[in-house]
């Protein structure tokens, strides 16, 4: 059983290991809201590398950590790693689409 956490619109998964394919990004802000600018950003002295690989967001965590929102609280999270995507919603004529945060 996977355990997920939730902070808004992104959902944050435990997983046992990263594709090795991906890269590391150099900022921390893990989304960004389209209509109020607020961002969803890992604290900037913790002990996280942030990876990406084709949209796809990755977490590796050698301490404890916490991403912070403008409009929710922080989240905590203990050392591991972790994926990390948008809350996605159905639109007629459109499909599938990221909730605007």
Do not use: K
């Not at 809201?33 to 913790?46: F, L, Y």
């Amino acid at each position: 059983m996977s355990v997920q956490w939730r902070q808004g619109d992104v959902f944050f998964e435990r997983v046992d290991q990263i594709p090795v394919q991906a890269v590391a990004r150099t900022d921390r802000v893990l989304f960004a809201g389209e209509r109020t600018g607020h961002a969803h950003v890992v604290a900037p002295d913790a002990p996280v590398e942030v990876l990406e690989l084709e949209g796809a967001l990755f977490l590796r965590a050698a301490g404890a950590f916490s991403v912070t929102h403008e409009e929710h609280g922080p989240i905590g999270f203990e050392p591991g790693t972790y994926r990390v995507w948008r809350q996605r919603e159905y639109s007629p004529g459109q499909l599938w689409r990221s909730v605007q945060d």
